[in-house]
């Protein structure tokens, strides 16, 4: 027995680039959509302050079911499997890549360029940040390229941000409200953000955006079938061509009845992991390598950025909690122009408690009880701490890899994936020289404030982390083109993170949804306009 | 005479139970409504080691939330998981035996050092105790309360993890992780003095 589910379209996975790739095809086009999701649906907003409370309380995931057991990567990975995906957790930030990004290689001769510009990009970024509802400011023009203003007004600055922007400005570096998917007003049928301050990993009123309220409203309007719980296990050809015929996968509650998606276009929207994974794990005899994978490029050049931090004591009383998920960004180091060595990065300024959290003994050992614990607490409090931190893009080398783990299995028996990052040799040769001339900069704003630089960490950890399905003109170089459209089958997709040839150097989800949108039209052109129905 | 008794009931309890789960299920329907650890006990505690400028109906509205805390306590929750590492982490065992046996400790020590009760010392003699009893614990920093060592741990780091500690300290009303205007968020936290 098995059981068939048709569609036009078949979209694998339900995170953020999902969700919106899905409300733009099923806005724009007269195609019928499935959606898999392998996780369990996403808790009600109903009971979102009960699960922040005990979160707050006790540090319980307010996501409990987000995650199934033993189908985990080796390597970098967030837990993130539920509808919505890992931005459910997300802490909202959003800033665009820099044109830069998109030209390591023209400009400064290191890395790989992407086949698309920043320009081409512009308009589904300003689609990202209508369709999410992104608050933020312009940014002074030549470092914050934009071609129209974000669709709300700024979170306004704090308190402790506005006087840590005096601070960067004495130091002469152009901060500005790093721009992020929270409402500064009602927006999309959401409330203005009351500063809960713990948008990641739970936002208990709808104020930041999260892929549910896109599912929620695509199922109550009929747009699209969700079908949860049911994990997509290979996708196999039709007998006599490269185009993908259907998907075979495993309903978790009926793991003896396989399902099979039959669907004129495939969209594998899994992320950076269980994207390639799903392609190694397709391979048949045709593919043996894999689906999509005849460049070899599958699961390759996975990419991120790492980042250097550092905590400033400053001659400034901050007040702790005031908006603290809220930060300062800089693009002035993104935008670099020429230089005789390449680094680039962005920079970045929140509040921070560290040094200045109550505490049990003084530096002597002494311990502390009662009243002297709270005096020992207020001396601390009449300086300030900043913390800064700047991702720089690290470019990855093609073993920079995603590989089929046949030692480790999922409970159906498919191997696990590993990840197992590289920098390249030019990326490996610049990593001291770029971390060095961070820490200049955290060094010149220190001294620019009668600050004093309390620590500094460089970490090994890429943020954000993508690529693996690279995009690219030469099919023997890359996986798909610009559109996501995979170069072996021109019925499967792969959009969002696993396209990105970099890293960039700032936070990456609005760069895989402006993607992803990208990919929607394109996608979409297969099937007529909805406006020609009607 | 009936709180000591009391007292001594858990003690015993707390003595005989193995620690485990169930165990402090049982402990905790022992005193339906509390959390299982001795109020006089415990609320001797708060009044040694938490500030004496919350007053002592402030004192004692902190112990009532610590009880609170600890009452709904789970362990074996899932533990909230940070970005890039596919480690699951679970809340560990109910603290209330051990924390429970630690007053009665406290207690002992009180009674074999000045023959009074704990509670009938004053702070400085509590603290003095308290102070003995966990010096060889690792205080650098305040961990999450269900991870404290030693009860009077537990109840500090349960204290200065609430929003009205922070207050205390700054004296303004910050109200950090409570639901506040967006547009205030610029202005300087109103002064508790000011305010009165």
Known sequence: MRRVIESDICIIGSGITAALAAEKIAAERDASIVVVEAGDDTASMGNRHVSRRRYLAYGENPWPDDHIDGQTTDGIQSRSMLVGGLAMHWGGVTPRFSPEDFRVKSLYGVGD?????????????????????????????????????????????????????????????PFWSQPSAKNSRRYAGRPECCRNDTCSPICPTGAKYSPDFTWNELRRAGRVELIKRTLVRQLVLEDNSDRIHHAVALDRDEPDTPVEFHARAFVVAGGYAWSPHLLLLSANSRFPDGIAN??????????????????????????????????????????????????????????????????????????????EVLRDWRSRTERGTARLRAYYDVLPAQESQLTLDRSRRNPWGDPMPRLQFRDSKASRDLRTHTEQSIESVFAHMARAGDGEILSTRSSDFQDHPAGGCRMGDDPDTSVCDEYGRTHDHDNLFVIGAPTCVTGGCANGTLTFVALGLRSAAMIGEDFPAADQLR | MAEINRRGFLGSVAAALPVAAASHRALKRTKPGTSGLDDE??????????????????????????????????????????????????????????????????????????????????????????????????????????RARHVAVGLLAYFYSTPEATDLCYQAAIGKNNCRPLARSPREPISLRRRG
């Open chain 2, 41 to 146: 006990l415990t609320r001797a505690l708060g009044h040694a080691v938490l500030p004496a400028e919350l007053g002592s109906d402030g004192i004692d509205r902190v112990v009532a939330g610590f009880h609170s805390w600890l009452e709904e306590y789970e362990p074996g929750a899932e533990l909230n998981h940070g970005y890039g590492t596919a480690d699951i982490e679970f809340t560990p065992d109910d603290p209330t035996i051990s924390w429970q046996s630690q007053l009665n400790e406290l207690e002992r020590e009180a009674q074999r050092r000045f023959q009074l009760s704990f509670v009938r010392l004053d702070s400085e003699g509590r603290r003095g105790i308290v102070r003995r009893q966990i010096s060889g614990d690792r205080l650098d920093r305040l961990p999450r309360p269900y």
């Open chain 1, 113 to 173: 360029d992407w086949p698309i510009t920043y320009d081409d990009l512009d308009p589904y970024y300003l689609e990202a940040e209508e369709r999410m509802g992104v608050a933020g400011e312009q940014g002074p023009p030549e470092l914050d390229p934009r071609s129209h203003p974000y669709p709300m007004p700024r979170l306004p600055l704090s308190y402790n941000l506005t006087l840590l922007k005096e601070w960067s400005d004495k130091a002469e570096i």
């Open chain 1, 294 to 371: 005849s460049s070899g490029a599958v699961g390759k050049y996975m990419t991120g950025h790492r980042n250097v931090s550092a905590f400033v004591s400053l001659p400034m009383k901050l007040y702790p909690g005031i908006n603290s998920s809220h930060s300062l960004v800089s693009k002035r180091y993104m935008r670099p122009g020429s230089m005789s060595r390449y680094v680039r990065h962005d920079l970045r300024i929140w509040e921070s408690t560290v040094g200045r959290e109550p505490r049990l003994k003084d530096e002597d050992g002494s311990i502390l009880l009662g009243d």
